[in-house]
């Protein structure tokens, strides 16, 4: 019952996923991860959607011994069924030019806090380093993008190049009398314009995450809610804890979390996590409007 052990088409066989944190895999590990798909499988290992490898036609007798050298080799078996199951990032600081924050660094953490854990419900995380949401974390239970507020500084005049407006993708910003003006109803905060501004006039003031929750893919895939923003590692931390929490205690098992969230007060559960993070402000975008709305 291993969440990570998937029973295949010929049950005799199992599909064996593997736990990797943020996708990252050492030299080393995948020599071993390739030996083990040799002795145990087909020979071949198939990459899957949530950054991770998978063992195929792995013999269900065989099934102990390979988690067992899975384990020694530093690629322990992962997850799948109603539980957390493999958090995925993208590159963030780390290589990507975009990135507002270190996705690789704090999905590890996430995940040496919380994987495996059994749930009433399958929790999917996905962190992004911006809103380009590469890794789709509006489309899983909970979600983390990190953003950053553009504010242009008031005491150096705006040369009125059009650099910024250029590179805007969302068209928040316009040269009016010859200074650049930002639309903030239109901003959603990926921070192009402050890497695009060549005489450093656009600054990143206030860099934040923020956490979504009950989103979803597959056959009918719904955007997750807004939950809130906060300023630091650790308050991301503390906030997933409280949602994975709150699941746990509340959600109803055979049903998704997108299809509960009204049951479960989620207006009512915001408003609490808000009281509880110095610092941290409520968001109410369309998509959870909408849902209000409905």
Known sequence: MKGGVITERDADFCTVRLRAPAGVFSVDHLRGIATLAKKFGNGEVHATTRQTLEIPHVKGTDLKKIAKALEKNGTPIGSEKDEIVNIIACPGTDRCKFANIDTISLAKKIDAKLFGKEMPVKMRIALSGCPNACTSPMLNEIGIIGRITPVRTAERL????????????????????????????????????????????????HRHYLITVGGRRGRHPKIGRSLLTVETEEQVLFVIDKIVDWVYRRAWSGRLLSEQLDDLHFDKFREEIVKKVPEAKPVVDEATRAEMEV
Not at 170 to 175: G, L, T, Y
């Open 158 to 205: 705006c040369t009125g190049c059009g650099n910024c407006v250029y590179y805007c993708k969302e068209n928040a910003i316009k040269i009016r009398n010859g200074l650049s003006v930002l639309d903030e109803a239109k901003c959603v905060q990926c921070g192009v314009c402050v890497q695009s501004c060549h005489y450093d006039l656009v600054k990143a003031e």
